[in-house]
């Protein structure tokens, strides 16, 4: 069973930075999409960041572009997410997800495998 944890949060203030960590257990994660997910409150699911193992490539929201990177821990199946200049509009819970391959790693509503999440606050 694959299972994402994830690790960090914050009550940071605008302008400020956050990193938010994930390992994934279960299975190597060799063909798979490991990314993020946030939620904010009455607001569905949307993505974030993504990063292919196979391809080691990253792919990133547009709102995000600029602010948010990625980068592959030294512990297997850990990647991390840096978030810089945060904004009170990013202020949601983040989960770590998995993405099985086939699916669209733009799209939060595919993935497959779901952390519990974690709380990022941004106050203006």
């Known amino acids: 069973q694959v299972q994402p944890a994830e690790s960090g949060e914050g009550l940071v203030q605008a302008g400020d930075s956050a990193r938010l960590s994930c390992v994934v257990s279960g299975q190597p994660l060799s063909e798979f999409y490991q990314g993020w997910i946030r939620e904010a409150p009455g607001e569905g699911r949307e993505f974030v960041a993504a990063?292919?193992?196979?391809?080691?490539?990253?792919y990133f929201a547009d709102f995000v572009k600029g602010r948010f990177t990625l980068s592959v821990g030294n512990v297997k199946n850990t990647l991390h997410l840096q978030m810089d200049n945060l904004k009170p509009e990013d202020t949601a819970e983040y989960h770590c997800?998995?993405?099985?391959?086939?699916?669209?790693?733009?799209?939060?509503?595919?993935?497959?495998?779901w952390g519990q999440g974690t709380q990022v606050t941004v106050s203006s």
């Open positions: 990063y292919s193992w196979s391809m080691s490539t990253a």
């Open positions: 997800a998995v993405l099985r391959p086939g699916g669209n790693v733009y799209n939060a509503r595919d993935y497959n495998y």
